[in-house]
């Protein structure tokens, strides 16, 4: 998977999400929803994203196993 593509720190949207972790939308928020995946944060009334930290546990951990 291309960590090149995340920032070293901050938030990031889905779409920065799905090409670093290829999974479907739907794939994505249902792995949310189970909490296979990290929750988002609400930056604004239409704006979720990710913390970039907690996209690169989660690129690691799939990684090792």
């Given at each position: ?26 794939t994505?928020?249902?792995?949310v ?12 009334p ?20």
């Amino acid at each position: 998977m291309n960590n090149q593509a995340l920032p070293e720190t901050g938030f990031v949207r889905l779409p920065t999400v799905l090409k670093v972790f290829p999974v479907s939308k739907s794939t994505w928020w249902a792995g949310v929803k189970a909490d296979l995946y990290p929750k988002p944060v609400k930056l604004g009334p239409k704006i979720t994203a990710w913390r970039v930290e907690d996209i690169r546990l989660l690129i690691a951990s799939r990684g090792a196993q």
